[in-house]
């Protein structure tokens, strides 16, 4: 992406604690987790498009948590 050096890949890297990512390593295979962050990622930088304090704010004081929100096709199958 970058003009510079065309190879280079943008990263987000940041600690976890030894549970979160034994919990995340028992629960999710490695091939799903990049793919689950990056949806994960896109809808949360959409909600912070739309209200950065309240959902900034929301989230880093334990007001806001995320909520299962699941969404039925036409055939009213859940997808």
């Not at 949360?44 to 739309?50: P, Q, R, T, V």
Request: aromatic share 6%.
């Amino acid at each position: 992406m970058s003009i510079k050096n065309p190879n280079y890949k943008p990263r987000l890297s940041f600690d976890v604690r030894e549970d979160q990512l034994l919990d995340l390593q028992r629960l999710l295979p490695t091939g799903v987790r990049r793919r689950l962050f990056e949806v994960v990622l896109d809808d949360l930088i959409g909600l912070l498009k739309e209200s950065p304090e309240v959902i900034g704010g929301g989230l880093l004081s334990g007001r806001l948590k995320f909520t299962i929100d699941v969404k039925e096709d036409e055939s009213g199958s859940a997808t």
